[in-house]
């Protein structure tokens, strides 16, 4: 081959050397020694390229507290952004679209009660209860106003617990021995604070005649209320004759725990004179 020759070969062959060396396609890159998913990495310029995987180890260092991705409103390329501290109760981080994420502080908990919520009116409430009864506002436990209620009664024969409207208290005496024309107790019974009903009766067991009988209830000790609010009986009454009747009905209203008497008398001229009695309160209120 002349020089010529050889000139016009090497001049025919370099584009296609030039191509090979730029635009070799990955199908002829030898893939052994590698797994799938994993790309040619440099290692730098003292050592030729191998296959690696591609992990977020390998890309740059960004701030603490910072996440990678795009918060703007519109496509753009991933960059760091800061992420507000969320570490106090009732927090929680919270994305705005196109601005990124802050901290909200006013998020409930289902560990809270209701006061980390605003003020809640009666209707509001009764909005989101499904099984409440009657209607108007909300009524707590202490001097209440209730416009016409139902209230049931028990239905068995128990009774009301002490402090509650319908509590009842009764005594029995046995004999007392009474002196003539003097008041005497012939049972009592204590009540706490609160407006009571309270009556009873009374029995009479003279060895002699007897003029005149009476009973009533006080809070007074031997000491009669004011008429018509005890019963009085003047007549003569045969001995060993027992004569009994009823301590009219009296209203008792109390601020502090007292004693209640049913106070008796009973006027006779000789022999001896027992009376036995009995008391009952019912707390009306």
Excluded at 38 to 53: E, F, K, L, R
Excluded at 162 to 187: D, H, K, L, Q
Excluded at 196 to 205: A, I, K
């Amino acid at each position: 081959m002349t020089i010529m020759q050889r000139i016009l070969a090497a001049t025919l062959l370099s584009p296609f050397f030039a191509y090979g060396a730029t635009t070799t396609p990955v199908q002829l890159l030898n893939p052994a020694g590698s797994t799938a998913g994993q790309a040619i990495v440099s290692t730098g310029p003292s050592s030729a390229p191998g296959w690696a995987s591609i992990s977020s180890g390998t890309l740059a260092p960004i701030a603490a507290n910072t996440v990678l991705g795009n918060f703007t409103g519109s496509s753009a390329a991933p960059a760091a952004f800061s992420v507000a501290s969320c570490s106090t109760a009732n927090s929680a981080l919270k994305y705005t679209s196109g601005t990124g994420l802050s901290c909200g502080t006013t998020f409930a908990l289902t560990s809270g009660n209701l006061s980390q919520f605003a003020a809640t009116t009666s209707a509001q409430l009764a909005g989101v209860i499904s099984d409440e009864t009657g209607t108007g506002v909300l009524v707590l436990g202490t001097t209440p106003t209730l416009n016409q209620p139902n209230i049931v009664g028990t239905t068995t024969n128990n009774n009301a617990a002490t402090g509650s409207v319908g509590e009842y208290v009764t005594a029995t005496s046995g004999a007392v021995a009474i002196t003539s024309n003097t008041p005497a107790n012939g049972i009592s019974i204590s009540l706490t604070a609160g407006d009571w009903d309270v009556d009873g009766s009374v029995f009479f067991l003279a060895t002699a005649s007897l003029s005149s009988i009476a009973g009533g209830v006080s809070v007074a000790s031997t000491t009669f209320p004011a008429i018509p609010l005890y019963f009085g009986l003047n007549a003569n009454l045969i001995a060993n004759n027992g004569q009994s009747f009823g301590v009219p009905t009296t209203r008792i209203s109390l601020t502090t725990t007292t004693t209640v008497y049913v106070v008796v008398q009973g006027v006779f001229a000789s022999g001896t004179c027992n009376v036995t009695s009995f008391i009952r309160a019912r707390r009306v209120r």
